[in-house]
Every structure is written in structure tokens, then in C-alpha cells.
Nanobody, 119 residues
């Protein structure tokens, strides 16, 4: 079992910044991908940003240039720095970690942290 604990959400005004953190613990085997997703009310969960063990990153088009994903492999922690926030960024943000060795695979989710951007 891999447990994820998120922190850093909150209420911010348009143009403000927040930094989300997600720490993984438990039976961690070979973390391959760490990422962030978000889900607004009544909408599907969307990928926001991911970072692979090879340091490749992928971003949702609407957050490129504003959000930055980073990871501290020694701490099994992934961060999401969110700048120039917009009301449309309002959502519950979920951390996701994928990895494993051989046939032992995991795909774990955090509990979610609310981000609200006021106009």
C-alpha cells in the first residue's frame, strides 16, 4: 500500500499563487510517475501535470507557463507551484503516484485538496 498525503490548498484571489505538496509513504517500489489531477464540480477529472522518473513533464495546455511540477525523490514528494491563478483553476486537486516492479504495480491517489480562486 502506498499512502499519499496532500497539503497546500486553499482560497486565493485571481493572480495569486499556491503551492501544493504530496508526500508518498508506505510500500513504495520504484516510483515511475508522480502527478496532479483536478476535478471541478460536475466535470471529469483532468490531468494537470505529471513528472516521470526520467524528469519528463507533461502539462495541461491551460496551465502551461503558470504551473510548475517538481519532485524531491529523496523525500518521495511531488510539488505543484501554481502562479497567476484564475477562477477556472478552482477544483479539487488530487495527487497520483504510479510505479512498481515486475508484476507488482500500484496506482495510488491522494484524498484531494480544494483550491478555490476568487474573482
Amino acid at each position: 500500500q502506498v499512502q499519499l498525503v496532500e497539503s497546500g490548498g486553499g482560497l486565493v484571489q485571481t493572480g495569486g499563487s499556491l503551492r501544493l505538496s504530496c508526500a508518498a509513504s508506505g510500500n513504495i517500489l520504484n516510483i515511475e510517475v508522480m502527478g496532479w489531477y483536478r476535478q471541478a464540480p460536475g466535470k471529469q477529472r483532468d490531468l494537470v501535470a505529471t513528472s516521470t522518473s526520467g524528469s519528463s513533464t507533461i502539462y495541461l495546455d491551460s496551465v502551461k507557463g503558470r504551473f510548475t511540477i517538481s519532485r524531491d525523490n529523496a523525500k518521495n514528494t511531488v510539488y505543484l507551484q501554481m502562479n497567476s491563478l484564475k477562477p477556472e483553476d478552482t477544483a479539487v486537486y488530487y495527487c497520483n503516484v504510479k510505479g512498481g516492479l515486475g508484476l507488482i504495480r500500484y496506482d495510488s491517489w491522494g484524498q484531494g485538496t480544494q483550491v478555490t480562486v476568487s474573482s
